[in-house]
Every structure is written in C-alpha cells, then in structure tokens.
C-alpha cells in the first residue's frame, strides 16, 4: 500500500511499475490525493488494462480555529 499526494505521486508510481513487473499476481492499492481533479497525474496509468481503479471525490471538512 502506498499513499501519496500531487507530484509526489511519480516516484511511486516507478515504484508500482518496478513491483508489478517483478510480482505480476501482486496487489498494489494507493491513496492518491490532489486539490483538484485537473491536477491528477498519471490519471490513465494506475489501473491500466488489467487493474482496477476506486475513486472518490469530495472536500473533507475544514478543521475550524
């Protein structure tokens, strides 16, 4: 499992690729978070032909001073 945010998602993603490819029957889940939905990278590669991709969208709610 892995978690990332913005651009922070390219070393993981190389991650992934380097696992997947040496463990094809492996499992590999992400959390992968933006401020918003234009800013996702990589939006076509994570599930590709043979995975399957979840995602929500929403803003949590803002913590109050």
Sequence with gaps: MA????S???PV???AR???AA???TR???IYANKAAMDVMF????GG???QVSAAAGHPPRAEP
Excluded: S, Y
């Excluded at 978690?3 to 913005?6: F, K, L, M, Q």
């Excluded at 939006?43 to 994570?46: A, F, G, H, I, M």
């Design 49 to 51: 032909p043979e995975g």
């Design 18 to 20: 380097t696992l997947l």
């Design 23 to 25: 463990n094809p029957d």
């Design 28 to 30: 590999f889940d992400l």
């Design 3 to 6: 978690i990332a945010a913005g």
């Design 43 to 46: 939006l076509e590669e994570p």
């Design 8 to 10: 922070g998602i390219t």
């Design 13 to 15: 993603i190389a991650i």
